[in-house]
């Protein structure tokens, strides 16, 4: 039995394929750390923005609670991280871009 709101065959091999970031096939602990720590940031900064707590971002969420100035930008911004067009974003949808984000500047 698959336990988890997202912990289905998909989303562990997408997870495993996030972590491996050296694409060994194996997670060291540095990654799995690395990991750990993109993840609980990208799930604090949806729980700001999340204003009716139901574990999904709108666009009039994003762009009222995401701290951008500028709506359009923020509506861009949200258009990008809305990977399947449905106009929400969840953790799963959200890491996927976050986390390619903050893996690229973790390497600089």
Known sequence: MEKGFYLNAQSRAGIFRASDVNRDDVISRAEYVENRRITDEAKAIMAGMDGNRD????????????GIIDESIAAEIFGLLD?????????????????????SRSAQ
């Open 83 to 103: 990977t399947n067009s449905d106009g929400e974003t969840f953790i799963p949808e959200y890491l996927r871009i976050w986390g390619g984000w903050a893996r």
């Open 55 to 66: 574990g999904r971002i709108t666009k009039i969420e994003f762009v009222k609670m995401a």
